[in-house]
């Protein structure tokens, strides 16, 4: 059973990774980032609610997003594991999951940190030229990321279920190591 959280700085690339590995290992790929995305594009009433948060790089509120977790890991394709991006994002969001996964009786989950230096990522971010990938919306997220994302190394870390990966090497040797892990 493979159930994998990753972590790490915008741009580390959680997204690109999380996508590749779920298409080999036959895993749904859940990105809160791309399920509110897309309600934003849809304008459905979690989308007119997240819209302002996203554009400015904040997090949407704890609950909105918990509820939408709940939600997914309730359908049937997640059954035989999943790959979280982007969620948790706080603690309170970590601890929300934890009890999640208890009350179903569902556990082994493992945390990967994906390292990748504050110049790198934001020279990906500008590269990539989403709509918060602007220079101002980068350093926001960034400064977001260290005050509320990332205490969940030491949360995951004590739980002895973290992993850190060096993301500061092609998608491919990434990939490669990410691959070890799910295997072991
Ligand atoms: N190992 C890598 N080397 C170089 N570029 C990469 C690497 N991995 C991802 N990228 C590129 O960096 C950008 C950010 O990657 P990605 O979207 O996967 O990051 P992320 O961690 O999911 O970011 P966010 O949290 O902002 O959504 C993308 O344009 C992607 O193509
Ligand atoms: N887990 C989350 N908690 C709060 N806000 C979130 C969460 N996941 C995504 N968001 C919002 O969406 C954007 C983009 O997310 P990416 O994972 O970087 O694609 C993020 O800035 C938050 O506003």
Avoid at 96 to 119: T, Y
Avoid at 153 to 174: A, K, T, W
Wanted: hydrophobic letters at 35%.
């Amino acid at each position: 059973m493979t159930r994998l959280i990753f972590l790490g700085p915008p741009g580390a690339g959680k997204g690109t990774q999380a996508k590749t590995l779920a298409q080999e290992c036959d895993l749904p790929h859940i990105s809160t980032g791309d399920i509110l995305r897309q309600a934003v594009q849809d304008q459905t009433p979690l989308g007119v609610k997240a819209q302002s948060y996203l554009d400015k790089g904040d997090l949407v509120p704890d609950k909105l997003i918990e509820d939408l977790i709940e939600e997914r890991l309730a359908q049937p394709d997640t059954q035989s594991g999943w790959i979280l991006d982007g969620f948790p994002r706080t603690v309170n969001q970590a601890v929300f999951l934890e009890q999640l996964l208890q009350k179903h009786q569902q556990g082994g989950e493992r945390a990967i940190n994906l390292e990748v230096p504050d110049e790198i990522v934001i020279s990906r971010l500008l590269e990539r030229g989403r709509k918060d990938d602007t220079a101002e919306v980068i350093r926001h997220r960034l400064d977001v990321y260290r005050s509320e994302t990332s205490p969940l190394i030491d949360f995951y870390s004590d739980r002895n279920i973290l992993l850190s990966v060096n993301g500061n090497q092609s998608p491919e040797e990434v990939t490669a190591e990410l691959k070890k892990i799910v295997v072991s």
